[in-house]
C-alpha cells in the first residue's frame, strides 16, 4: 500500500460516519472494514466504477434525476479518478449486483483532510439525502448538509421545494424522487399503514403512507397522530398517483417536522 493511501486509510476513521447511524445502530448499518480502492468511472446515473472490478454506489443518498445536475455530480466524482478511496461497505449487494459504500478521498496535500464523497455532494447541493429501499437510514448526518444548498438555491435545490398540498402540481412528477413540504392534516391509523394526509381530499395534496414498522419507530420518537396533525413537515421519496399522489415512507428519517423553519414551497 502506498504511503498517501495508507495516510488516506489511517484518516478516514476519523471522517467516516461513524456515528452518524441511527440511535442504536442495527446490523445493516454495520461498515465492513476499509480497503483501499481507487475510482475507475462514474455513471451518468451514479454507479460508480472501482479499478478492483467492485460495482458500488454511495450510501446515502439519492443520485439527481434532472441536468444539468446529473452530470455535474459526476464531473465532482471525476475530479478524484487517480486518488486513494477508503472504502467500506454496508449490508449486502443489491438487486443490481451494487455494494452500498462509504468513501473517503485521500488528501491531495498534506494540509488538507480527507474527503467523504457522499457528504461533499450534498453540500454543494448535487445529491439528496435518502434511505432507499432501507427502512434503517444510516447517514442521517447528511440531512442537516442539505439546509446550506436548499437555503442558497442550488444545484438540486434550484427550484422550489414541491407543496405537498397541491396536488394537480405534484401528479406532474409522477414517477420521480420528489421532496414536499406542507401541514399535516390528518393522520389516519390502520392495522398496516397509517396515512399522513396533506389535504382533505386525496386527488389535492399528497398523502403519505407509512409502514406498521416505521410507524411503530416514529411513535417511540414521539411523532404520534395527536402530535403530527396541523404540523409543518418535509418529506421525501419516490412519488406514485392513485386517487392522488402518494409516497410510501419506510425509514422514519425520511419525514422531518419542521420546528422554526420556514416553508420554501412556492
Same mark, same amino acid.
Given at each position: 500500500?502506498?504511503?498517501?493511501?495508507?495516510?488516506?486509510?489511517?484518516?478516514?476513521?476519523?471522517?467516516?460516519?461513524?456515528?452518524?447511524?441511527?440511535?442504536?445502530?442495527?446490523?445493516s448499518c454495520q461498515a465492513s472494514a476499509l480497503r483501499e480502492e481507487r475510482l475507475a468511472s462514474v455513471s451518468p446515473r451514479g454507479e460508480l466504477a472501482?479499478?478492483?472490478?467492485?460495482?458500488?454506489?454511495?450510501?446515502?443518498?439519492?443520485?439527481?434525476?434532472?441536468?444539468?445536475?446529473?452530470?455535474?455530480?459526476?464531473?465532482?466524482?471525476?475530479?478524484?479518478?487517480?486518488?486513494?478511496?477508503?472504502?467500506?461497505?454496508?449490508g449486502e449487494v443489491d438487486r443490481w449486483g451494487r455494494a452500498r459504500i462509504d468513501a473517503v478521498a485521500e488528501p491531495v496535500l498534506e494540509t488538507d483532510?480527507?474527503?467523504?464523497?457522499?457528504?461533499?455532494?450534498?453540500?454543494?447541493?448535487?445529491?439528496?439525502?435518502?434511505?432507499?429501499?432501507?427502512?434503517? /437510514?444510516? $447517514?442521517?448526518?447528511?440531512?442537516? =448538509?442539505?439546509?446550506?444548498?436548499?437555503?442558497?438555491?442550488?444545484? !438540486?435545490? *434550484? #427550484?422550489?421545494?414541491?407543496?405537498?398540498?397541491?396536488?394537480?402540481?405534484?401528479?406532474?412528477?409522477?414517477?420521480?424522487?420528489?421532496?414536499?413540504?406542507?401541514?399535516?392534516?390528518?393522520?389516519?391509523?390502520?392495522?398496516?399503514?397509517?396515512?399522513?394526509? /396533506?389535504? $382533505?381530499?386525496?386527488?389535492?395534496? =399528497?398523502?403519505?403512507?407509512?409502514?406498521?414498522?416505521?410507524?411503530? !419507530?416514529? *411513535? #417511540?420518537?414521539?411523532?404520534?397522530?395527536?402530535?403530527?396533525?396541523?404540523?409543518?413537515?418535509?418529506?421525501?421519496?419516490?412519488?406514485?398517483?392513485?386517487?392522488?399522489?402518494?409516497?410510501?415512507?419506510?425509514?422514519?428519517?425520511?419525514?422531518?417536522?419542521?420546528?422554526?423553519?420556514?416553508?420554501?414551497?412556492?
Amino acid at each position: 500500500m502506498s504511503v498517501p493511501a495508507a495516510g488516506c486509510l489511517i484518516f478516514a476513521f476519523a471522517v467516516l460516519p461513524t456515528a452518524a447511524a441511527p440511535r442504536i445502530a442495527p446490523e445493516s448499518c454495520q461498515a465492513s472494514a476499509l480497503r483501499e480502492e481507487r475510482l475507475a468511472s462514474v455513471s451518468p446515473r451514479g454507479e460508480l466504477a472501482l479499478t478492483s472490478g467492485a460495482r458500488t454506489i454511495l450510501d446515502g443518498i439519492h443520485w439527481p434525476e434532472t441536468e444539468p445536475e446529473a452530470t455535474q455530480a459526476a464531473a465532482h466524482l471525476a475530479g478524484l479518478w487517480g486518488r486513494g478511496l477508503a472504502i467500506s461497505q454496508r449490508g449486502e449487494v443489491d438487486r443490481w449486483g451494487r455494494a452500498r459504500i462509504d468513501a473517503v478521498a485521500e488528501p491531495v496535500l498534506e494540509t488538507d483532510e480527507p474527503a467523504d464523497l457522499a457528504t461533499g455532494l450534498v453540500a454543494v447541493g448535487l445529491a439528496h439525502a435518502d434511505a432507499g429501499e432501507s427502512d434503517v /437510514f444510516c $447517514r442521517t448526518d447528511l440531512i442537516k =448538509l442539505e439546509a446550506e444548498p436548499r437555503r442558497d438555491r442550488r444545484g !438540486i435545490w *434550484r #427550484e422550489p421545494v414541491l407543496a405537498a398540498g397541491d396536488g394537480p402540481a405534484l401528479a406532474t412528477h409522477a414517477g420521480t424522487f420528489i421532496i414536499a413540504e406542507g401541514r399535516i392534516v390528518g393522520v389516519g391509523e390502520r392495522a398496516e399503514r397509517t396515512y399522513l394526509d /396533506f389535504a $382533505r381530499h386525496a386527488a389535492d395534496g =399528497l398523502t403519505v403512507t407509512v409502514t406498521k414498522r416505521t410507524w411503530r !419507530i416514529m *411513535r #417511540e420518537r414521539g411523532l404520534t397522530a395527536a402530535t403530527l396533525r396541523g404540523r409543518l413537515a418535509r418529506v421525501r421519496g419516490r412519488l406514485e398517483v392513485r386517487r392522488g399522489p402518494i409516497l410510501e415512507i419506510v425509514s422514519a428519517d425520511m419525514i422531518e417536522v419542521l420546528e422554526g423553519e420556514r416553508a420554501l414551497t412556492r
